[in-house]
């Protein structure tokens, strides 16, 4: 089992920056990828950023040059620095991996969700 920890979020004003963190803890050596989704009120959630084992990553086209997806593997971590803040840009976001044990290879973790609330 992979259990995710989020932290950061907040309100920030257009322009300004923001970092988030999830720790993952548990069977981390089995991760295949990790990303970041988020769901603003009323919309479908959406995929932002994710980053594969490989060190591949990819960009949703709304946030390329401005939000950067990044990991540190010995602490088991994923990090999305957010710079150019829009207010379009609100919504909870998600920390998401999927991951496999020896019998299933395709199962995947949440976190709990953070608020992002870009206002002036």
């Known amino acids: 089992q992979v259990q995710l920890a989020e932290s950061g979020g907040g309100l920030v004003q257009p322009g300004g920056s923001l970092r988030l963190s999830c720790a993952a803890s548990?069977?981390?050596?089995?991760?295949?990828?990790m990303g970041w989704y988020r769901q603003a009120p009323g919309k479908e959630r959406e995929l932002v950023t994710s980053?594969?084992?490989?060190?591949?990553?990819n960009y949703a086209d709304s946030v390329k040059g401005r939000f950067t997806i990044s990991r540190d593997n010995a602490k088991g971590m994923v990090f999305l620095q957010m710079n150019s803040l829009k207010p379009e840009d609100t919504a909870v976001y998600y920390c998401?991996?999927?991951?496999?044990?020896?019998?299933?290879?395709?199962?995947?973790?949440w976190g709990q969700g953070t608020q992002v609330t870009v206002s002036s």
């Open positions: 548990g069977s981390i050596f089995n991760i295949k990828a």
């Open positions: 998401h991996v999927r991951w496999g044990d020896f019998l299933r290879d395709d199962l995947s973790s």
């Open positions: 980053i594969t084992n490989g060190g591949n990553t």
